[in-house]
């Protein structure tokens, strides 16, 4: 097979075009070619007035192969991607997995492929139940704590942008999302630059996965928390459990993935009490910005930003600072919307959700300001934890209670003023809001550096330093504060057959990279009974 770069291909191309521009390139009949699929593209917008796109492409020739990638320097030969399972016995026990986020998901669809029949542990509830809990907390305002966007079957990637494009570099990659679409997932997340499913599918996907999962010996137990980790001589022997309003329930096994999402405290909180190593992780905490989508799509593709094959814009941003800080913004949601993410009561958290369409009226983006371990104010391990509560019950109390959330147009925070008025943004945040002076509950190196930083940022994206736009507090869970330390088989040096993986632990940043850090840690523990 051969991989073919840099094509270029106009923005209403279709399937003809695309194996005729192949064809050229390769030096070939177009009837030359007996297979052709798209293996990534993405928009070039370099020239406005000239937008298109960028593609590669996977290509099997019915004659001539060699040939053809001897003459033209864009083509390769690779051969077609095939996961293999380790081939291994059955393990005494069964293993357990503590979350069911993309992390946990995917180990244990590795483990259930290889015939160990896991156990999943998830404190939340199964996702048409965990949807109906998210809505129930919009229009209420009564936070379910077990059961909520940060909480529940898929993780806290189901109530997002479901983006799956990652800095890491993995073949496994192609695995999650084959895996994906196999499920449900549009097979267009198999080729874009910037893959995404949307939070409305996703649900659906990770049904879907759950089902596979069962359908192979795989137990889910929801609604269930763990509680504590029996180690003997120095190895896992079991997981206890509070599930169904009863406590210390024991589930032996010699092999835990503890793939706990970054806002599982009470399992940190645990974690420490029982001396498993960890350490603090400098995380980013902030705002959501939001526009109006209309005005990114324009700046990001000029006058052609309404063809249908473009979509909603996104954008990137990331600037360093006099002050010595980074600014940037993290899981931007095109036509999206600022969704109340809050866990535990009394605190209150922001995040960005899109559809698969991305056809809402505003654009939001994380805002973050990075946070050292210096800022922590304390050598504890959960210094950092403990300074995103106080950030969130000071969002909370900015707000007024309820989890409403504090809201400042970007035009008062540059001249250092409470809002009082919106202008063309209208705020999504779906509890409500309260127009203020984000400084109430921000710290000044944090206001500081958004003045600062979305002054800079405009000079890169014309219109983000935009007056009406607006930003709403508090943006405090991008990542862990902690990172549960492991060793090189992934394992925790003070008990075998404990796997810290996942961003709770400290090792991912998205979807994506949780899923390929979950395959690893199943494929270590069948290696460990290889035959």
């Not at 923005?11 to 177009?30: G, N």
């Not at 449900?184 to 198999?190: F, H, N, Q, V």
């Not at 949601?333 to 009394?346: D, F, I, K, L, W």
């Not at 002076?437 to 800079?456: A, K, W, Y």
């Amino acid at each position: 097979m051969i991989r073919l770069n840099d094509i270029s291909l106009p923005l209403d191309y279709d399937e003809s075009t695309l194996k005729k521009e192949a064809a050229k390139k390769l030096r070939t009949d177009p009837d030359n070619i007996q297979y052709i699929t798209l293996y990534r593209r993405s928009v070039d917008a370099r020239k406005k007035g000239q937008l298109h796109f960028l593609a590669s492409a996977d290509i099997r020739l019915i004659q001539g192969e060699k040939r053809a990638v001897s003459a033209c320097r864009n083509a390769s030969a690779i051969n077609e991607y095939n996961y293999v399972l380790p081939q291994c016995r059955k393990l005494e026990k069964r293993p357990v997995i503590i979350g069911s986020g993309p992390c946990g998901l995917f180990a244990a669809l590795i483990l259930a492929r290889a015939g160990q029949s896991p156990i999943i542990i998830e404190r939340g509830q199964d996702a048409d139940r965990r949807a109906a809990d998210v809505e129930s907390f919009r229009r209420t305002g009564i936070l379910n704590t077990s059961s909520n966007i940060q909480f529940g079957e898929g993780g806290a990637g189901t109530f997002s942008d479901g983006k799956l494009n990652t800095g890491i570099k993995d073949s496994r990659i192609r695995q999650v999302l084959l895996d994906f679409t196999a499920h449900g997932a549009p097979e267009e997340i198999l080729y874009l630059a910037k893959p995404h499913i949307g939070t409305d599918k996703l649900r659906n996907v990770v049904k879907n996965i759950r089902k596979t999962i069962v359908s192979l010996g795989g137990e889910y137990l929801f609604g269930a928390k763990l509680t504590d980790i029996l180690i003997k001589s120095g190895r896992v022997s079991g997981a206890v459990i509070s599930c169904g309003g009863t406590d210390g329930t024991v589930i032996e096994t010699d092999n835990i993935v503890l793939a706990v999402g970054h806002s599982a405290r009470d399992t940190l909180e645990m974690l420490a009490s029982k001396g498993i190593p960890m350490e603090q992780k400098p995380f980013a905490a902030g705002v959501r910005i939001e526009h109006l989508q209309e005005n990114i799509s324009r700046a990001q593709y000029g006058e052609l930003y309404k063809h249908p094959a473009l979509g909603a814009a996104d954008y990137k941003l990331a600037v360093h600072l006099p002050n010595g800080r980074g600014l940037y913004t993290f899981c931007m949601c095109p036509g999206g919307t600022v969704v109340a993410a809050a866990s535990e009561e009394g605190r209150l958290v922001t995040n960005g959700m899109s559809e698969f369409a991305r056809d809402r009226t505003n654009a939001n983006s994380a805002l973050l300001v990075g946070i050292n371990t210096d800022d922590f104010g304390s050598s504890d391990v959960l210094a950092g934890m403990r300074l995103q509560r106080r950030l969130e019950e000071n969002a909370y109390a900015l707000g007024g209670g309820g989890y409403k959330a504090p809201v400042q147009r970007v035009c008062d925070l540059l001249q250092r003023q409470a809002s009082s008025s919106l202008g063309s943004v209208i705020p999504s945040y779906t509890r409500g809001y309260t127009l203020t002076d984000l400084e109430g509950c921000l710290p000044p190196f944090i206001t500081d550096s958004l003045r600062e930083g979305i002054l800079l940022m405009d000079k890169r994206l014309n219109g983000f330093a935009d007056g009406d736009a607006v930003l709403t507090a508090v943006e405090s869970r991008s990542s862990s504060p902690v990172r549960i330390i492991r060793n090189e088989i992934m394992q925790s040096p003070a008990a075998r057959g404990l796997y810290p993986c996942g961003e709770g632990a400290g090792y991912a940043g998205g979807i994506t990279s949780a899923a390929v850090d979950g395959i690893k840690a199943a494929e270590i523990i069948l290696q460990s009974t290889m035959i």
